[in-house]
């Protein structure tokens, strides 16, 4: 039996954030929220962590070491076609973030990647340091599903993904995949027993999202709608406010977490109407934390999250009325169910013990080799 050096206790890691936009301007969409929990975990558990940013990120730098780089963000990859070929723009910050990975790596025992991007999985057998690639979306673009592929197959056990049902849509994967679920810091999130007659929607303001349902929900049953996050597609949001004219809505901006879960807690219910396989939905666990129900299209990662009939329902994908039908039973949701599903499958001890697991498998396998 070769002989095994044990793992480094502290790991040396490198975080490689999404090239979409800088920390805490929401750009980032789930992914932000994820990145920030985990960082956290390393940090408190006594790792040595460093990020790598766009420039103009906002997060506290006494609590993270980040270095910005400079350059031209990337195109978002939702508005892209299947077989839109990889773009990559002059003076590219994703090129720039990679270049100064490369430049750094041999400080580091692990690089993990967060981009959703094609060309961090193909520079992967160029770099000497091992890359965990952690997977944030459902298959999108057959490039990324090729070089995604090739990548789990070279590397075993190096790609990660939220659930089961966002992995399930990427084709001729090798296992071993891991499936790392997501956490909050329960701590920011306050319960509330006692909502006012409103209804919530989160997230990125882009098609995937299915907004345009949130709306309809609210001009049919005139429960007033508090809508919070970026708005990513301008013509897309003009367009719900033009063709729901009178719906009691109310765009708040993208909050951070504290002014946020102020709003949410309050609500009868938060409502998700994703177009798309959710790769996890972030938000939903967010309202449970405040004792919010969550009402979903039966599709992604909140159909893996919502308890239908405990913590929230589990609606046809697609269908209005099923929201609506769905809003109408909220009374026989026990707030306090919400919460307890928060604090015992969705805190942030268990989910970065996930990834330091995901992360020692993948050095034990590689001092194997
Ligand atoms: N698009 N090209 C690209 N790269 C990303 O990292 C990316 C994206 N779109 C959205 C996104 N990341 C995140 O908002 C989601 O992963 C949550």
Redo the contacts with the bound molecule.
Sequence with gaps: MQNISPLPKRLKLLFVS???GGLGTG??????LSLYNIAKYFIEQGHTLQIVAPSGSLWNRDIFNIVEITGNL?????IQERDTPITMPDNSLLANMWEYARSVQNEYDLIVN????WLPFYLTPFFQTPIAHFV??GSLSNALDTVIAQISKLYPGTIGFYTPSQGATFPSLTPPLYYLSSGIDLSLYQFCAEPKEQLAILG?ISPEKGLEDAVAVAAQTNIPLKIMGKIQDQAYWQKIINDYQGAPIEYLGFLPTDKMQQVVRECKALLMAPRWVE?FGNVAIEALACGVPVISYARGGPAEIVKDGKTGFLVEPDSVTGLIDAVKRLDSIDRYECRKQAETEFSLLPLGARFLQWFEDILQRIQRM
């Design positions: 999404t090239p979409v750009l980032g969409g789930g992914v932000e990337q195109i978002i990859a939702q967060f981009a959703y991007d944030s979306m990125r790769a």
